[in-house]
């Protein structure tokens, strides 16, 4: 109805060379045009749908934009449609009153694009990945953890769609990052172990999508913990920290960038040999003391011992204020970058990759206090006897009895959930950050972590194989007007190597080659009916473990990736086991009765490696 009163407007101008009364309700046509002004102003300007919500049906448009497009001359037909609009003669800028200008700029349009034709100038839409380390599915509210609140990881899913079934495609950082990056398996992108990142210097042509994404004018920078191929920095726009107390070429690692920016917050402070530092030890990645608890490796020995341990072996309470933590530098480097991107008028895409809740395991107060470690609930896998397992000498198990200890392995829970609470505060600042910047409406955000953590199941720590704890990840994607608020992928495996597509087709970059599919049609509710497989791999060089894991939505399928290996195959069926204590092959006394279920996850698996 506008757009005939805008025309039956300049029908009016063109009969009358003096001022006119508007019979439009609700604005003022403002500065009127000449009637030369007119008569070269190009004919059937028309306007096409603005970028920003390009790709919304008309019942997802937020309640106000739906308004604001209705006052255009939208309908729902049109808009679901991609109709044009009606084609009008083209009314300049500043004939509209200020309500038509303001229903303008909310798609995107300025005087400039508006007067020369062109659709909405918003960019867009724009990607924002957070990463965490070494977070396990269930370390989440919203998965199901009854001690543990995260309110604001939560809304990701909320508000957009939690995957209940997602696994890392390897158990390790490196590895895992570089998957997830390329959307590739460890076989092709060559990075079967942590060390091979550092060796994957400028002989592959495997693009992560950050790269796809700066070929169609996208901006990106990556911010925090960086643990994938050196190559792949190289794209990004700022400097890239790479684990490490390290200097490159292109600036300090992370632990070098932190410990600078701590020398102006918190100076060192040597303990050593100080009665009133009895208890405190230096961690190893800060360089600040931290309060030991009984599961530390230097706990009751002296102020700093000059006994080197590594960063799993660290377990306390940091003396670092929560203002600075590596958790909160981390957070306000990115807050800052989404500021500065905001500002712009180009598609950005965002990573942030927290270290925690990555050993070492100290948090700082208040954090430390919100978990007693007497609160907390042993794991029921935590005494398996691991009699029929491929996994019973991992991970240093039989060397590490106290991580198999039902009271010591409390302090490490506690820690645990203390570090990505700190996480979930900073989570919900930068989500704040987003809505106060207008940025939600037309943002892709992406919420994983790399692997998970044991976290005393089966009496081990850390990751590196193929149990729940530490194979199965958060996943949640939240992108409004594409993603229905509230959905969940309860039933369908997926794995990290479907990022990749997923980013890609969500935002029309088109398609590339990848390992995976895009997870579009699970979001959508479609593929009900399909069963699905997500499948992680082993370095095949490692020789006393499984290489190769299959899930489906009962059965879990393990395997070494040669015939003569000794290594047990292992098949659990997590319905009635979901803590994989009970191996149906190896040495059970019943593994007639579950061959065919083995034999047919063997198979999928072998079809899944042929495709």
């Not at 006994?307 to 003396?319: K, N």
């Not at 599919?517 to 490692?542: C, H, M, Q, Y």
């Amino acid at each position: 109805v506008l757009l005939q009163n805008i025309h039956i407007l300049f029908k009016e101008i063109e009969s009358s060379n003096g001022p006119i009364e508007s019979s439009m309700k609700g604005w003022s046509p403002g500065p009127q045009p000449t009637k030369s002004s007119i008569t070269n102003t190009p004919k059937s300007a028309v306007k096409k749908k603005p970028k920003c919500y390009y790709t919304y049906e008309w019942d997802n448009l937020p309640q106000d934009v739906q308004k604001a497009a209705t006052n255009i001359g939208y309908t729902k037909n049109i808009w679901d449609e991609d109709k044009d609009l009606p084609g009008v003669d083209k009314v300049k800028w500043d004939a509209f009153g200020v309500e038509i200008m303001q229903t303008l700029k909310k798609f995107g349009f300025t005087k400039e694009t508006w007067d020369c034709g062109k659709c909405g100038g918003c960019p867009g839409p724009n990607l924002i990945f957070i990463m965490t380390d070494q977070h396990r599915y269930d370390a989440l509210s919203i998965n199901g953890n009854t001690v543990l609140e995260t309110p604001n990881i939560d809304r990701i899913g909320n508000e957009g769609v939690n995957f209940e079934l997602c696994y890392s495609q390897c158990p390790v950082c490196g590895p895992a990052r570089t998957s997830i990056m390329t959307g590739r398996t460890i076989d092709h992108t060559g990075v079967p172990k942590n060390p091979k990142v550092s060796d994957y210097f400028n002989h592959t042509e495997i693009p992560c999508y950050d790269k796809v994404l700066t070929n169609l004018g996208y901006e990106i920078e990556y911010y925090g913990k960086w643990h994938a191929p050196i190559e792949q920095a190289l794209a990004y726009n700022n400097w890239i920290t790479p684990i490490g107390d390290v200097d490159w070429k292109h600036g300090p690692g992370m632990e070098r960038q932190y410990t600078d920016y701590l020398k102006d917050h918190m100076p060192p402070t040597h303990v050593s040999g100080k009665k009133e530092y009895d208890g405190l030890q230096i961690q190893s990645l800060d360089l600040r003391p931290y309060k030991t608890n009984p599961l530390d490796a230097r706990h009751g020995l002296k102020a700093d011992t000059d006994e080197e341990v590594g960063q799993p072996d660290q377990h306390g309470i940091s003396t670092i204020p929560s203002k600075n933590t590596l958790t909160a530098f981390q957070a306000k480097q990115f807050i800052n970058a989404l500021q500065l991107k905001a500002r712009k008028k180009k598609p950005f895409s965002l990573h942030l990759s927290f270290h925690s809740p990555h050993t070492p395991m100290t948090p700082s107060e208040p954090f430390a206090s919100m978990y007693d470690p007497s609160d907390m609930h042993p794991p029921p896998s935590i005494s398996d006897p691991m009699d029929n397992s491929p996994y019973k000498f991992a991970n240093k198990r039989m060397e590490l009895p106290e991580y198999a200890d039902p009271e010591k392995i409390k302090y490490m829970i506690a820690d645990y959930y203390a570090l990505i609470k700190e996480i979930d505060r900073w989570v919900g600042k930068i989500l704040a950050k987003i809505d106060q910047l207008g940025l939600t409406d037309n943002t892709m955000l992406i919420f994983t972590s790399d692997h998970g953590e044991m976290l005393g199941s089966h009496g081990m720590r850390e990751k590196n194989i193929f149990y729940e704890e530490s194979a199965r990840v958060p996943l949640m994607v939240r992108f409004p007007g594409r993603i229905k608020p509230g959905t969940v992928v309860a039933d369908k495996p997926v794995s990290h190597i479907d990022l990749f597509p997923t980013i890609l087709d969500y935002l029309e970059a088109g398609k590339h080659d990848s390992d995976g599919e895009s997870l579009r049609k699970f979001i959508d509710g479609l593929g009900k009916d399909e069963e699905t497989f997500a499948v992680s791999e082993w370095n095949p060089s490692d020789p006393g473990v499984p290489h190769f894991m299959i899930r489906s939505k009962r059965w879990k399928f393990m395997c070494p990736c040669t015939a003569d290996s000794k290594v047990m195959n292992a098949l659990y069926d997590l319905e009635n086991d979901p803590h994989e204590m009970n191996n149906l092959l190896g040495n059970n006394s019943e593994k007639k009765r579950y061959a065919a279920e083995g034999e047919m996850m063997k198979n999928e698996l072998v079809q899944w490696l042929e495709k």
